[in-house]
Structure formats: C-alpha cells, structure tokens
C-alpha cells in the first residue's frame, strides 16, 4: 500500500473538484455503497469509465489517469456519502478477486473520513491518493464534520 499527498499540482488539481463540486455535476442514488449485508449507508455516484467505455466526463479525470499510467483500466467512478452524526464504515469489499488489477482512492476534501485498507485507516486528505492491491479487503466511511466527502475510485492493471 502506497499513499501519496499533493499527487495533483494544485492547478489541475482545483479544475478537477471545481467541477465534481458545483451543483451542476450530475450524480446517481444509491442505498448502499457495498451489497447488503453491508450497512444501510445513502450513496451518489458518478461513473466515468465502466465495462471499456469511457463515459463523456472521462477527460475529467485524465489528469490522474496520466500519472497512475495504468496498462489497462477496469473501472473509475466518484463516490459522494453525505455527512452522518457518527461515523459509519460502509462495508468491507474486495474491488476484485483478480490479482492483476490496483485499486487508487483519490480524495477530493478534507474530512474526518477514512479509508480502511486492511487494519490501516488512511484519512481523508485532499488531493492525496492511496494505491492497494484490488484483492484486499477495504471499506470506506462516511464523515461528521463536512457536508459531504467526494472521492473517486480507480481499479486498474498497473
């Protein structure tokens, strides 16, 4: 596991979440950010690469699909969880159970989130990034001190 803060210069960095940020940026509901059991947790998400095709907000992310320089890609998608009175893990989860692939969380704001990558809590910190193995098993949370906390999911063949 690989974690790294300032991963963007600030320029593209602010570019990226001005847009993910304002009110204009389209999102989808969700329940549950993993399959049940996992808890009950409200999710937006927005998909920029799914199954091979990359959707019409990819170019969007291209900034940090640049500098993780992956072979292939399997998926990219943001994740919006709106702030909770306490913090809630929202499901432990492989991205996959094949080894090929690595899995990038970048953090769009500062928060009192995390992502738990084994035993391992990685704060939310913008503009930082933290890259993992796909297989192994991580959750990430909601927050209680922001509105929301926005970051956005890479699985890809390094």
């Known amino acids: 596991m690989k974690v790294i803060n300032n991963f963007l210069d600030f320029k593209k960095f602010n570019d990226i979440k001005n847009v993910i940020f304002s ?4 999102w989808t509901y969700s329940e549950y ?3 049940p059991p996992a808890p009950k947790v409200d999710q937006f998400t927005h998909v920029f690469f799914w199954n091979n095709v990359p959707r019409k907000t990819y170019d969007l992310v291209l900034p ?3 500098k ?3 072979k ?7 994740n919006l969880n709106l702030k909770t009175e306490k913090i809630i893990e929202t499901g ?5 159970n094949d080894e090929r692939f690595t899995s990038a969380v970048f953090f769009l704001n500062d928060n009192d989130g995390y ?3 084994g035993d391992k809590k990685i704060l939310s910190k913008e503009n930082s990034i933290v890259i993992f193995k796909s297989n192994i098993l991580h959750t990430g949370t909601t927050c209680t001190n922001k509105n929301r906390r926005i970051l956005i999911n890479f699985v890809y063949i390094d």
């Open 72 to 78: 292939s890609i399997g998926k990219i998608k943001a």
């Open 115 to 117: 992502c738990r990558v």
């Open 68 to 70: 993780l320089n992956p």
């Open 64 to 66: 940090i699909v640049d």
């Open 33 to 35: 950010c993993v399959d």
């Open 23 to 26: 009110q204009d940026f389209p």
């Open 92 to 96: 432990m989860h492989t991205d996959t």
